[in-house]
């Protein structure tokens, strides 16, 4: 499944700051055009952090809603496989729409709830809210009410679906070589806020391409994987033709941010993931990390998401080091966001006979609903 333990814990440190850096990277330049965005800040765009203002909290290297879900994607895993331990079931995918229902209450209250269960969402400086999607806002007062674990109700494909859905990608491989199950769930867990099929399609396609390079794949190879294992799905062709759109532009030589508006504006899924990949095929080496999530946040559209999921899939391919320091150390939730990496990383990769010792402790940190 992977090279090592330690590599796959340092994939997943990479992938979660860096998906943070580049949604704080593009937080204070979503909505303004390319044009405006490099008069400001340069040809190619942002390459440090700008001031931003949520609400009544301002500050520079915050994240939006696209890192706070990704971390309640992570949790929700974790808590998934601590119940299918202890009670001998299955995964559950119904887990990590509960750990969606604790997002939440960040967005809608102003401070956890006196029986909220688990750490992440005890996290005051969570509570705030972040520019949240009216999609996922609505689907999950649904899913709050009556419709718990019920695909939502509406046609949306928004970029919401998948930049939430790399933590998918290190699920291990139950069942070899029949591994759909994990890809499935990152689908399963997309349909909970979008119901049109390309969003739960993109966010397959980001597990997919995170999965391959975890396996030790190349980043061309790992898309291309990912392009052929959604061909034979119903429905794909409007998240393999934008991927494939992604790669050809990528190798027809020059970098340009209107090769990026090309691919559109990022506001719907198969967009962002295609903005995504392109960027980081045309900055792929460990010291162009920055180059590349600039480019990914750097055009007319919603440069948050597509610098998250750019920063997701290079974070995964080059680990936490290829960060610098001066943007990992500063960006905001950076103690939480390594404590769910290594956390997930022990969840997957323990010798079973010391962590279940200590289940009760293990649960009481990631209690399995």
């Given at each position: 499944?992977?090279?090592?333990?330690?590599r796959?814990?340092?994939?997943?440190?990479?992938c979660?700051?860096a998906?943070?850096v580049?949604d704080?990277?593009g937080?204070?330049v979503e909505f303004?055009?390319?044009?405006?965005i490099?008069r400001?800040?340069?040809a190619g765009?942002?390459?440090?952090?700008?001031?931003v203002?949520?609400g009544?909290?301002?500050?520079?290297?915050?994240?939006?809603?696209d890192?706070?879900?990704?971390?309640?994607?992570?949790?929700?895993i974790?808590r998934?496989?601590?119940?299918?331990?202890?009670r001998?079931l299955?995964?559950?995918?119904?887990?990590?729409?509960?750990?969606y229902?604790?997002?939440?209450?960040?967005?809608l209250?102003p401070?956890?709830?006196?029986?909220?269960?688990g750490?992440?969402?005890?996290?005051?400086?969570?509570f705030s809210?972040?520019?949240?999607?009216?999609?996922c806002?609505?689907?999950?007062d649904?899913?709050?009410?009556d419709?718990?674990?019920?695909?939502?109700?509406n046609?949306?494909?928004?970029c919401?679906?998948?930049?939430?859905s790399?933590?998918?990608g290190f699920l291990?491989?139950?069942?070899?070589?029949?591994?759909?199950?994990?890809?499935?769930?990152?689908?399963?867990a997309?349909g909970?806020t979008?119901g049109?099929?390309t969003?739960?399609?993109?966010?397959?396609g980001?597990?997919?391409?995170?999965?391959?390079?975890?396996a030790?794949a190349?980043?061309?190879?790992?898309?291309?994987v990912?392009?052929?294992?959604?061909?034979?799905?119903?429905?794909?062709?409007?998240?393999?033709?934008?991927?494939r759109q992604?790669?050809?532009?990528?190798?027809?030589?020059?970098?340009?941010?209107?090769?990026?508006?090309?691919?559109?504006?990022?506001w719907?899924?198969e967009e962002?993931?295609?903005i995504?990949?392109?960027?980081?095929?045309?900055r792929?080496?460990?010291?162009?990390l920055?180059?590349?999530?600039?480019l990914?946040?750097?055009?007319?559209?919603?440069?948050d998401?597509?610098?998250a999921i750019?920063?997701?899939?290079?974070?995964?391919?080059?680990?936490?080091?290829?960060?610098p320091t001066?943007?990992?150390?500063?960006?905001?939730?950076?103690?939480?966001?390594?404590?769910?990496?290594d956390?997930?990383?022990?969840?997957?990769?323990?010798?079973p006979?010391?962590?279940?010792a200590?289940?009760e402790?293990?649960?009481?940190?990631?209690?399995g609903?």
């Amino acid at each position: 499944m992977f090279e090592s333990p330690t590599r796959y814990a340092d994939r997943i440190r990479g992938c979660l700051i860096a998906g943070a850096v580049g949604d704080a990277l593009g937080a204070p330049v979503e909505f303004m055009s390319g044009d405006d965005i490099e008069r400001r800040y340069g040809a190619g765009g942002p390459r440090d952090f700008i001031p931003v203002r949520f609400g009544s909290v301002q500050g520079v290297g915050l994240i939006t809603d696209d890192t706070q879900m990704t971390m309640f994607s992570v949790e929700g895993i974790i808590r998934a496989s601590v119940r299918a331990r202890q009670r001998g079931l299955g995964f559950t995918v119904g887990v990590v729409q509960h750990a969606y229902l604790r997002w939440l209450d960040t967005q809608l209250l102003p401070a956890p709830p006196p029986d909220v269960d688990g750490w992440l969402a005890q996290e005051r400086w969570l509570f705030s809210r972040r520019a949240p999607g009216t999609t996922c806002l609505s689907a999950l007062d649904a899913a709050n009410r009556d419709q718990f674990g019920e695909a939502a109700v509406n046609n949306s494909k928004g970029c919401g679906a998948v930049m939430r859905s790399a933590p998918f990608g290190f699920l291990p491989v139950w069942d070899p070589p029949e591994d759909e199950f994990r890809f499935e769930c990152a689908a399963t867990a997309a349909g909970y806020t979008h119901g049109h099929p390309t969003g739960q399609l993109a966010a397959r396609g980001l597990a997919y391409i995170i999965a391959a390079i975890v396996a030790g794949a190349t980043l061309p190879d790992a898309i291309d994987v990912a392009i052929r294992r959604l061909d034979v799905l119903p429905r794909s062709a409007e998240t393999t033709t934008a991927l494939r759109q992604a790669v050809a532009l990528a190798h027809d030589g020059e970098v340009s941010r209107q090769a990026v508006e090309s691919l559109g504006g990022g506001w719907v899924a198969e967009e962002a993931l295609a903005i995504a990949v392109y960027c980081a095929l045309s900055r792929a080496e460990p010291a162009q990390l920055v180059d590349a999530l600039a480019l990914a946040v750097t055009h007319s559209g919603d440069s948050d998401s597509t610098g998250a999921i750019c920063g997701n899939i290079l974070g995964t391919l080059h680990g936490e080091a290829a960060v610098p320091t001066h943007l990992s150390e500063r960006v905001e939730g950076r103690d939480a966001l390594l404590t769910l990496a290594d956390d997930m990383a022990t969840e997957f990769t323990h010798s079973p006979d010391a962590q279940d010792a200590d289940l009760e402790a293990w649960w009481h940190r990631y209690p399995g609903w």
